[in-house]
């Protein structure tokens, strides 16, 4: 049986050590806070902004929700935005997705400022990520920075290993390949025009998906020998209406050394990842002018 690389015992062991740091942050007149932005009544939004919500509370950090109409328009859209940016009080913001409306062809990765821009997608920010300079003060893009530190704790080694990323997103895909690279492994990046998948992702000591297909990775994808270990990033709606990833889980989990579970797995690394971020966030307010 594979080792399930679930999120839970790593989130409870970073809990009580970001509650810590928040309360210092505290005591030095510096309370983290995070606001996000929601346009429109996505459903799905709101159990990921409940989730967001939920572990601020945990780590002591301040949680605001701006929710707009639909109907908001592109200018108010950008007034509002501009009173987050200017707001000393607020250290870290992030546009829930989807946007709708007018603001919706928004240039919305740089519509929040870079040093609170804890989703890590400004373009300021991704020029330091791209360019190597990964310090305390870096602010990550979230689920690449969960998918890392889930491999990390769970003492998966990546220098000489050969991964295979599936997706060329500007919020996974890339970044990830990035990490990857720089963490030591041999990185081989498919997407919707790679020819014979299974041929890569069968040499591959580890494979990580996130493309958004359901069973995209099935047991003819991998190489029983090679104890492969499997990140699931994908969340799709089956026809029964659960939740489930990319890999076809029941026939994959008996033939791999390690895989994410879905749910369970990279969904709440991100999230924790954020509010790491929000932390970061704060702690580098305090040498702005």
């Given at each position: 049986?594979?080792t ?100 919706h ?18 373009p300021?920010?991704?020029a ?22 889930l ?86 709606k ?51 002018p």
């Open positions: 049986m594979a399930l690389l679930k999120a839970q015992p790593l989130v409870d062991s970073r809990i009580p050590i970001m509650r810590d740091e928040c309360a210092e942050l505290i005591r030095r007149g510096i309370h983290p806070k995070l606001v996000v932005v929601q346009v429109g009544d996505n459903p799905a939004s709101l159990s990921y902004i409940t989730n967001k919500r939920r572990l601020c509370e945990r780590v002591g950090a301040q949680f605001e929700l701006r929710h707009l109409p639909e109907s908001t328009s592109a200018a108010e859209f950008q007034r509002v935005m501009e009173g987050i940016n200017a707001d000393k009080a607020v250290h870290g913001c992030i546009i829930q997705l989807p946007v709708y409306g007018g603001c062809s928004l240039p919305l990765e740089t519509m929040v400022a870079p040093h609170k821009d804890v989703d890590g997608f400004h300021a920010n991704t330091q990520f791209y360019l190597g300079r990964l310090d305390q003060a870096a602010l990550l893009p979230c689920t690449p920075k969960g998918v890392m530190s491999l990390e704790y769970y003492r998966i080694p990546l220098a000489g290993k050969n991964a295979v990323v599936l997706g060329r997103s500007q919020i996974v895909g890339k970044p990830l390949s990035l990490l990857l690279n720089l963490a030591g492994a041999t990185v081989t990046m498919c997407h919707s025009q790679t020819r014979d998948l299974a041929e890569h992702t069968r040499r591959a000591d580890i494979v990580i998906s996130a493309v958004g297909r359901e069973k995209l990775l099935r047991a003819e994808h991998f190489d029983p020998q090679r104890r492969t270990v499997v990140v699931d990033v994908g969340m799709n089956s026809s029964e209406g659960k939740l489930v990833g990319d890999v076809d889980f029941a026939a994959v989990e008996p033939l791999v050394q390690a895989i994410t579970p879905v749910p369970g797995g990279v969904g709440p690394m991100t999230v924790l990842s954020l509010i790491e971020n929000l932390l970061t966030a704060a702690k580098n307010s305090k040498d702005r």
